[in-house]
């Protein structure tokens, strides 16, 4: 039943978890404390992350069925069950959660400084939320996680975020609660249909369609929020300018995947009929969200802001290429929803860096950095240029197969969604120019050091990821390459039946 | 060997630039030239074996993208053409590499712009031994990247940094219309690597979409890429400026190679754009305006780099229009002479610049013949060749290109050899206005410059002189192979011209006085240019008061930018502000945070025990998870 031979998964979600508690009885002097508790989560999370490339070297990638699965029922006469398994879609989001935990708490070695043990045990019990999250196979329990992970992320805002962290933690919060009721809603429904939750079994449903449609709606809310689509999308910059810089890392990285995934698992194999249904609108909204933000970010003064802007622009390319229903778009979509978690994540490391020295996300307060900080400026523009897909990087595979797959349903639909290659360019580019180019003419910038040793190890395996994802995507590809076919096959045979009934 | 020539370039470009300062300046600098001259022994090898020995070459190195069907792999395809370019390529390359030893000697960081110049040469060498379009465009978006970090090298510039951006992000408008054909052409062929493509042309000849044939739509996208890279009228604006950057930059990727990219695309498609009649009149068409209309502004500029930046684009317009006409041989033969030719009058210019202190308006020079001569002569090489003077390289390809156009079909056809004679004659004025501006006269510049005026250092001149070796007899020794008796022989299937196109054969049977007549402009072009110049100074001032608008109307480039500026980069930015001022933060802002302070007052009105936000944000939750149960319930009751 398991290819590792133990709970896999389990320990997984639970480990982080259990380094928080260890955090909890840690007595002593403040400083103490604090080195104590960022060591032990800075093990706990490489242990989980070194636990997790199990995943990566024992998955097997020819089928797609669900591996690792564990089960036990909890409350079998209400369907209700402790349910964990990963396919080719998740098992990848499960190794980006614990990939990029390590580097946010190496990233908040020394800039966060006020009550270090609280904020570790912020980041591990997100790290269990993130990784329940992409495991489960319980509807339930997805909802739990799914709404679990925000309470950590609210604190981490809330507590140790910028000047208005108070505004942008509840706007992210009630935003994303707000689409999650309906979420709870549909759930409830299909819970009530089914008699369980358990996702494999809700597979085999058949969904009349005027109920998919509604379904699909209640889904749409929770999710176009979270990835975030336009127009639902104002609370990510908010959120991302006064988060610290390893909140903001997890979420570009993580948290905006939930959104994309959930679609994956729910909305696209449930309701096939509704997501034929719902296509153009999904169309039209990403490509106005491709534009418009991609627009929006040129305007901006604040470094995480164009960012941020920026993530809403990616995530646009995501959405549309779920929705296009080929295999190029899906794959596309799940690849960039990777590449973008590494280069997006890896792009505010880098203005965590100037930040931590100078103390300004703004604009105007850089220019001339490439003087002083080389090694950085190298960094910064292999980065900028993963973010506009050029090709070679992690950011060009994505882009390129979903525009392919764009192209065959809707060539229009393509080209628009194709500006980002332009608009791209343009913001990143400038943003790049503004900070890093030019010549010195602030005192403070003229001081300023290249990377320490510790930076260099937080960028050290994003770099590496950026170029393989890059040079060889097909090894990541061939993870969900069995899991695509067979979506792609469930939906056709699900759209033939009306079809066959209609005729 | 095969693979040496590609990768040894990109050794020397990680050597330099990683370690480069561990190293030292100077061993770096020549590590640096040393892999790339490693790089030309296998390029002139390749050639050897490849197009000479008609051997052609597949090296596979292993799958990039895989995913339903849609797959691609790292590959090095060495057909003739690739052979070819492969081979000038490196030696270009090499030589530019050797005289930037000279010519950034006074520079604080010369070891990034050599791994820069280094990983431009394997990008480059990735794009023409590509096998697929995808593997194209990567080395197309790499030499793209390579250009952006050179035209910026001085990135303490506001100018160069403006530069830099500018061809990054006009090259990007080309490209989506490159993406776009790969998407269409995946669309049709089911494949995007050459051989699937190239097979399946017969089957797809029928292929419509919206209407139009897919082959047609193919061509015009793909053509849309090419006009971006190769700076044709439209998408040219990014070429001029790109001058910014340090001299060799301009001789190798704005004259020699990356501009030439477009029509290497071309020629390497050319089994399929064969097929898109519609298109080849376009391509025809915007070719013949662009040598005519790069050429009306080189008259009138003042920089001596921007003269020669718009001479390069005329002559890049001449080949677009060579493969127009369907004579794509032609158009590659024009590119390789033209390689070194333009590769020669930039690094001859660089000389000059060097010499009068990094001055670069040839209003304040004149009178340093003398103290140059070596450069002088190699002005004159490059010059005479670029204007077509008999035996000179540029005489045999481009005589070529008219021939074609002269028998080419069509009306595009017949405007093209128009435009190709009367830009002949302009070419051959504005390249003597710069000699005579450059050289002769009395000295413009101030003592100071004059005094220090002196000719380079071997390790500069050595290249000039490769490379004036090119000017002269690369014509002369290629034609045979290129465009000549040999032709089919030579290029072994890697162009494909279809079975009733006889452009080939038929440019050899024009009418006497057409090879006659390019050469006949160019000599009126030099005489009209002593004239101006040289014996009666005073006309060109009084024909530009006499045509002021006329004068000006070229002086500002025909008004491009400005336009530019005013249909898209002011529109985009006030649009930019305004969705981000008024669509983010009050109209879609606005509708949560309205009704956020909506329920805020009315709650606080409700629940007076409860103050603060996060009661009233807690009780708007609860309000709306009872509403959403009843509603629940209420569909579950029905």
């Not at chain 1, 089914?194 to 109920?211: C, D, F, H, V, Y």
């Not at chain 1, 764009?406 to 990143?428: D, E, K, R, T």
């Not at chain 2, 006009?227 to 400026?241: E, R, Y």
Request: hydrophobic content about 55%; proline content about 4%; some cysteine.
């Amino acid at each position: 039943m398991n290819a590792a031979g133990f709970p896999l998964l389990s320990l997984l979600t639970f480990l982080p978890l259990v380094g928080a508690g260890i955090l909890l009885f840690i007595r002593g002097e403040e400083a103490v404390v604090a080195s104590n508790a960022r060591w032990t989560a800075l093990w706990t999370s490489l242990i989980v992350f070194g636990l997790s490339l199990i995943l990566w070297f024992s998955f097997d990638k020819t089928t797609a069925d669900y591996q690792f699965v564990e089960q036990m029922t909890w409350m079998p006469e209400f369907g209700l069950g402790y349910h964990l398994g990963v396919d080719g879609i998740s098992v990848l989001f499960v190794l980006l959660s614990t990939l990029l935990t390590p580097i946010c708490i190496l990233a908040s070695w020394e800039s966060v400084q006020t009550r270090v043990r609280e904020y570790m045990i912020a980041f591990l019990v997100l790290e269990t939320m993130m990784i329940g999250m992409f495991a489960s196979l319980d509807m339930l329990m997805f909802y739990i996680f799914f709404e679990g992970v925000l309470v950590p992320m609210f604190l981490i805002i809330g507590v140790w975020g910028g000047a208005r962290r108070v505004y942008a933690a509840y706007k992210l919060f009630l935003y994303t609660l707000l689409g999650s009721l309906l979420m709870l809603l549909a759930i409830l429904t299909l819970w009530y249909m089914a008699g369980t939750t358990s996702i494999p079994e809700l597979m085999k449903l058949q969904i009349p369609r005027n109920m998919q449609i509604w379904m699909f709606l209640a889904f749409f809310a929770s999710f176009a929020v979270k990835v975030p689509m336009w127009p639902v999308h104002t609370w990510l910059p908010d959120a991302h300018v006064e988060a610290p810089t390893a909140g903001s890392v997890i979420l570009a990285g993580v948290l905006l995947k939930m959104g994309g995934y959930g679609f994956l698992r729910f909305s696209v194999p449930l309701l096939p009929e509704a997501t034929e249904w719902f296509a153009p609108l999904i169309f039209a909204l990403s490509v106005i969200a491709v534009i418009y933000t991609s627009l929006v970010a040129m305007a901006q003064e604040d470094m995480k802001k164009l960012i941020a802007y920026s993530s809403v622009a990616h995530m646009g390319i995501v959405t549309l290429g779920i929705f296009v229903m080929n295999h190029q778009g899906l794959s596309g979509a799940i690849f960039q929803m990777l590449s973008h978690g590494i280069v997006s994540g890896a792009l505010f490391l880098c203005v965590g860096v100037v930040y931590d020295r100078v103390h300004s996300r703004e604009i105007n307060r850089y220019g001339g950095v490439a003087k002083v900080m080389p090694v950085y400026a190298v960094l910064f523009m292999g980065f900028t240029m993963a973010s506009v897909a050029l090709p070679g990087t992690a950011g060009f595979p994505g882009e390129f197969l979903v525009l392919v797959g764009a192209w065959q349903v809707n060539p229009w639909v393509a080209f628009f969604a194709g500006f980002s290659m332009i608009l791209g360019a343009c913001y990143m580019l400038w943003l790049y120019r503004r900070v890093l180019f030019g010549r010195i003419t602030k005192d403070e910038i003229k001081h300023l050091l290249d990377l320490s040793p510790r930076e260099w190890l937080t960028f050290a395996p994003l770099v590496v990821l950026t170029l393989w994802m890059g040079l060889y995507p097909s090894s990541f590809t061939s993870f969900f390459d069995a899991s695509v076919t067979a979506l792609l096959a469930r939906h056709e045979a699900a759209l033939a039946l009306p079809r066959l009934a209609g005729m | 060997m095969y693979l040496g020539a590609i990768f040894f370039p990109l050794i020397g470009s990680l050597i330099t630039g990683l370690f480069g300062r561990l190293i030292g300046d100077k061993p770096a600098q020549w590590i640096g030239v040393f892999f790339m001259a490693l790089s030309a022994i296998c390029g002139a090898v390749n050639f050897f074996n490849v197009a000479l020995g008609h051997a052609p070459v597949m090296v596979d190195l292993g799958t990039w993208i895989d995913v339903g069907g849609l797959q691609v792999s790292w590959a090095l395809r060495y057909d003739t053409i690739a052979a070819a370019m492969v081979a000038m390529v490196t030696l270009i390359s090499t030589m530019i590499h050797i005289y930037s030893v000279g010519y950034m000697s006074h520079d604080a960081t010369p070891t990034r712009f050599f791994s820069y110049l280094s990983l431009f040469t394997f990008m480059m060498l990735m794009l023409v031994t590509a096998d697929n379009l995808a593997q194209l465009f990567f080395g197309w978006e790499g030499i793209g990247l390579a250009s952006y970090l050179l035209i910026g090298y001085w990135y303490e510039r506001e100018s160069a940094n403006r530069a830099a951006m500018k061809a990054f992000i006009v090259n990007r408008v080309g490209d989506l219309f490159f993406m776009m054909g790969m998407a269409l052409t995946f669309w049709t062929f089911g494949t995007i690597e050459f051989d699937g493509i190239f097979q399946g042309v017969a089957a797809a000849q029928d292929k419509t979409i919206g209407g139009i044939p897919a082959i047609e739509l193919i061509a015009f996208l793909l053509f849309g890429g090419a006009m971006g890279k190769s700076a044709q009228i439209g998408l040219h604006t990014w070429l001029p400026d790109a001058m910014e950057g340090p001299t060799p930059v301009s001789a190798l990727i704005h004259a020699a190679t990356l501009v030439t990219a477009g029509v290497f695309l071309m020629a390497r498609m050319s089994p399929v754009i064969e097929y898109a009649p519609n298109a080849l009149g376009f391509i025809t068409f915007i070719g013949a305006t662009t040598a005519f209309f790069a050429a009306t502004i080189g008259c009138v500029q003042n920089d001596i780099k921007r003269v020669i930046a718009y001479s390069t684009c005329s002559q890049l317009g001449y080949m677009f229009f060579a493969v127009g006409v369907g004579a794509y041989q032609g158009a590659i033969f024009h590119l390789i002479t033209h390689a070194f030719f333009k590769a020669l009058l930039f690094l001859s210019a660089g000389s000059v610049i060097h010499a009068m202190s990094d001055e670069q308006d040839i209003r304040k020079m004149g009178g340093i013949w003398r103290k140059i001569p070596l450069t002088y002569a190699m002005f004159w090489i490059g010059s005479l060749a670029l204007a077509g003077i008999p035996f000179f390289a540029g005489y045999y390809s481009k005589d070529f290109v008219l021939e074609a156009a002269y028998a080419g079909h069509g009306w595009t056809a017949s405007y093209a050899f128009v435009m190709g004679m009367i830009a002949a004659l302009l070419t051959a004025f504005y390249s003597w206005r710069l000699i005579i501006m450059t050289f002769h006269g009395k000295p413009r510049a101030d003592h100071h410059v004059m005094e220090h005026v002196h000719e380079s250092p071997a390790v500069m001149t050595l290249p000039l002189i490769v490379l004036a070796i090119g000017a002269l007899f690369s014509g002369a020794l290629l034609a045979d192979y290129f465009v000549g008796h040999d032709w089919l022989a030579f290029w072994n299937g890697s162009i494909v011209n279809q079975p009733n196109n006889h452009i080939m054969h038929d440019a050899h049977e024009v009418p006497s006085w057409v090879p006659l007549a390019p050469t006949v402009a160019g000599v009126v072009g030099i005489a009209v240019g002593y004239i101006f110049y040289m014996f009666v100074p005073a006309i060109p001032g009084r024909l530009a008061a006499s045509f002021p608008g006329l004068y000006r109307f070229l002086l500002n480039k025909w008004y491009f930018d400005e336009l530019y500026d005013a249909i898209f980069v002011q529109p985009a930015r006030k649009l930019a502000f305004w969705l981000w001022k008024v669509g983010d933060a009050k109209v879609i802002d606005g509708m949560p945070n309205g009704a956020a302070a909506l329920t805020a007052s009315a709650a606080g009105r409700v629940t007076r025990f409860q103050n603060g936000r996060v009661a009233n944000y807690a009780f708007t939750m609860i309000i709306g998870l009872v509403l959403f149960v009843s509603i629940f319930l209420f569909g579950i009751g029905r």
